[in-house]
């Protein structure tokens, strides 16, 4: 198993070390994830919050051993996130737009599928794996390869999952944004007390 050192975020206050050591790299071996593992992400997901409890959120995924299945979904990347096709699991991250005890719109359904993507990101750290979520990918083509019914569902993203991999097998470019420094706005400019504030 591959690794390199954790980029744990620069904080300021406390925070757990799960969320301090997720991040998203770029470098990701093709050793496969054990099978309890992958149905752990998808646990971790099931128990995140959501209105109404509703969970909207909804997973496509392929693993390398199944080619056809992984190919597919690998099809669907742009030119730029090529190299997420090196991780063991890819994953269409999608969302339910109605809720199902009523059949009304569920204004919140993308909301509370981010929820439910944190809490497979943060099982993914507890196990020693890393993620990368990409926007960079053809949706349009997805609804109709994958078989997503478009007036229900929204595809969101496509995500990466794996064990760490070779940074040594990244092109300069991705190299240096991979190693990167790890930055975020200060708490000061996203939450305000009292009111919004500019």
């Known amino acids: 198993m591959n690794s390199y050192p954790q980029k744990s975020a620069p904080s300021v206050h406390p925070i757990h070390d799960l969320i301090s050591k997720r991040w998203s790299p ?5 050793e496969p994830i054990e099978p309890e593992k992958i149905k752990s992400l998808f646990e971790a997901m099931r128990w995140a919050p959501s209105s109404y409890n509703g969970q909207p959120w909804r997973v496509i995924y392929a693993t390398q051993d199944k080619p056809e299945q992984f190919e597919k979904i690998a099809s669907l990347l742009n030119e730029g996130n090529a190299w997420a096709k090196q991780a063991y699991l890819l994953m269409v991250i999608c969302s339910v ?7 009304k719109p569920n204004k919140h359904h993308q909301y509370d599928t981010g929820a439910g993507i944190e809490n497979l990101f943060l099982q993914a750290v507890s196990m020693g794996l890393v993620g990368h ?6 949706e349009e083509k997805s609804y109709e390869l994958l078989n997503i019914p478009k007036d229900k569902v929204k595809s969101m993203a496509m995500m990466a999952v794996g064990y760490p991999g070779e940074e040594s ?3 300069e470019d991705r190299k240096k944004r ?3 420094k790890r930055e975020r706005k200060p708490i000061e400019e996203i939450a305000f007390e009292g009111e919004w504030k500019s």
């Open 26 to 30: 770029l470098a990701f071996s093709s």
């Open 97 to 103: 737009k109605d809720f199902e005890y009523n059949g």
């Open 133 to 138: 979520e990409m926007e960079g990918y053809d």
């Open 169 to 171: 097998a990244l092109s």
């Open 178 to 180: 991979q190693e990167g």
